[in-house]
């Protein structure tokens, strides 16, 4: 039995991201002393000005009341961010990016980096710990490679312990998770890792091996992207015999055993987890000698349903070229700034090949958008975005284009078509309204 540990632990996050920096304000806000690490200077400077570099709702508060509390702090270089002011960190997070490599594997160059400079930081017993989704296995690469960079022998753990916080909802769902998944190879890693999350009163606790822990995150994402696709695929069986997606999704999640979250049809998953993870689980699996073809069809019927949306496009406007298609939403789902693989880039993609000049407007994301997305025209907000194109599309379903002013909408459009990618309007309020109106598995 893991000895029991209640005092507050040195802590320190390596990468300041959509993760990094709402892991760490969480643990300072759970009573722990972090140093929260990047390599990028832009972002450690900006957060030492009180500056968020990612917009996620509460997290500039939370992050300003533990600077001032004196329990978060920031820093570029992981050696200081180890010893920082004499603390010397008991757990090291790694959170930096794991992004696809074009086979589909998980790019794990930077965890390897961060692990080397771990290696020649430590001066005492750590406890690594893996936050970043990677491919079950790499705890095994980490724990090489530190042993090697290793020079005085310091012990080490190296742990596995997932994230499962949406943007958009992050600080509430790491402060009030579902479960703490911790795969710890000894009892001493799990006294550090129990210790830690002993805050969270009440979290459902799960200790695992290390490769359990790690195919855990793996496994549950493909799992949820599983079934997006699966309701996105009911959705085109229900356009084709005039069932309507909605009821059979209330209808299939009333049941206990199924639920109803992520049964919402809608032209697709993107974001930085469930593509890139649905495609490294594949190509693991596949290197493991298993062809887990569930997973191949989930990203296909994925790739069909963000062109769902070009087709409609298509089918109301007959040819592109020269005409004006107007996007409301960019980001990959509402409440987030993130743009990557977000289906609004392969969608203006299709559209612009097709001859289409694009509009778009997103009240976030617009920015990042701006990096991801060249050639067309960024509006300055929603009403901008429609003015004289000929039709327009919801791509985001940000709570504000679910109160659009319908009749301006009609006004400012050349022809009243409304193509709704997330089904977030009423087809019979949209009809009675006078749009041509098309959703995704209604009638
Ligand atoms: N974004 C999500 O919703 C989410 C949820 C759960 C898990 N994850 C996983 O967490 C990991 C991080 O994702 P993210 O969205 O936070 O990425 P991110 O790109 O927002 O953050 C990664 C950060 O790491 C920094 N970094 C890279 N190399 C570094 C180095 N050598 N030293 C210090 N800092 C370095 C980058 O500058 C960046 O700020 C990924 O593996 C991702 O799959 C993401």
Redesign the pocket.
Known sequence: MAKKKTEKTDICV???????LVSGACLAEIGHRVVC????PR?IAMLEKGVMPIYEEGLESLVKRNVKAGRLFFSGS?SEGMHHDGHRAAAVFI????PPRPDGSADLS?IE??AEEIAHSMSGYTVIVE????PVETCEWINKTVLRHNKKNIPFDVASNP?????GTAVGDFLKPDRVVLGCPSPQCEAVMRGIYRPMKGATVLVTDVKSAELIKHASNSFLAAKISFINAVANVCEKTGADVEMVAKGMGLDKRIGMSFLKAGIGFG???FPK?LEAFYWLSQRKGYDFELLKAVKNINEDAKMWLVKKVQEELWNLEGKTVALLGLAFKPETDDMRFAPSIDIIAELTKLGAKVRAYDPISQENAKKAIKGIYFAKDEYDCLAGADCACLVTEWARFAKLDMKKVMSLLKHPIFIDGRNLYRPEKMRELGFTYRSVGRQ
Do not use: Q
Request: a negative charge.
């Open positions: 390596i990468g300041a991201g959509y993760v990094g690490v990047d390599s990028d972002k992981i959170a930096v990016g794991t930077a980096k961060v936050k970043s989704t990677v994230e499962f916080l949406r943007e974001g930085f987890c993870d």
